[in-house]
């Protein structure tokens, strides 16, 4: 069964630490994005890859950063957590062909004291 | 960005009702999908339409994109209780591979 795994479903932090998310596919896919999901305001892309050691930035980056040394792993990183990125986590992967579908992983619900 | 927009943004009905739900924008989309995501999960990819006027069926739901292709609905006949969850609809423009995503219709069904 394919999957996209996110490495934790729950974590809390303190306010200043440095966090990472890790995200792995196992379906070969080309395009891997980060999503952050809040009550009302829907799915808003933090970045995205096409391709290994490639980042865009989306909507939100600002007080991200993301990594992608390895084709199957997208890494998102927040430089110095602040209680306004709690939230819920989503990592998601596609193939490279326009209007495919995503594949997402369960998520990773972080919240920061 | 585009907008989108979903609507009704709650939805509490008995099992065996039918309901519509809706997704729009002012946009024009190369393609559009429907999600579902339970509690604690992530979205799952329902269906994905792309021709202005298409309607899918998958089993009791069924799903139309506007003839405009600014527009979709998701009809389900005789709900269930294994129908419960978030109804996201997300809107690609032309033929990127970013979807932008609405904020959800969350339904609940009654048993």
């Known amino acids: 069964d394919v999957k996209v795994t996110q490495s934790s479903r729950y974590l809390v932090k303190r306010t200043g630490e440095k966090v990472f998310l890790e995200c792995v596919q196992d379906?070969?896919?080309?395009?891997m994005f980060w999503y952050r999901q809040d009550p009302g305001l829907g799915l808003r892309l933090i970045y995205f890859?096409?391709?290994?050691?490639?980042?865009e930035k989306g909507d939100i980056p600002e007080g991200y950063s993301v990594s992608r040394e390895k084709k199957e792993r997208f890494s998102l990183i927040l430089e110095s957590a602040s209680t306004n990125q709690t939230s819920m986590y989503l990592c998601?992967?596609?193939?490279?062909?326009?209007?495919?579908?995503?594949?997402f992983g369960s998520g990773t619900r972080l919240t920061v004291v | 960005t585009q907008l989108l927009e979903q609507s009704p943004q709650f939805l509490s009905i008995q099992e065996g009702e039918n309901l519509t739900v809706y997704c729009n924008s002012s946009?024009?989309?190369?393609?559009l999908q429907w999600y579902r995501q339970e509690p604690g999960e992530g979205p799952v990819l329902l269906v994905t339409?792309?021709?202005?006027?298409e309607v899918k069926k998958l089993k009791r739901l069924t799903f139309q994109f506007g003839d405009a292709r600014k527009d979709s609905s998701l009809h389900i006949t005789a709900a269930q209780p294994g129908d419960t969850g978030l109804y996201l609809c997300a809107g690609a423009e032309n033929y990127g591979q970013n979807f932008v995503f609405g904020p959800g219709t969350r339904l609940s069904v009654l048993p």
């Open positions: 890859s096409y391709d290994v050691k490639m980042k």
């Open positions: 998601a992967s596609s193939i490279r062909t326009a209007g495919y579908g995503y594949t």
């Open positions: 379906m070969d896919h080309e395009n």
């Open positions: 339409v792309v021709t202005g006027g």
């Open positions: 946009s024009v989309f190369s393609s």
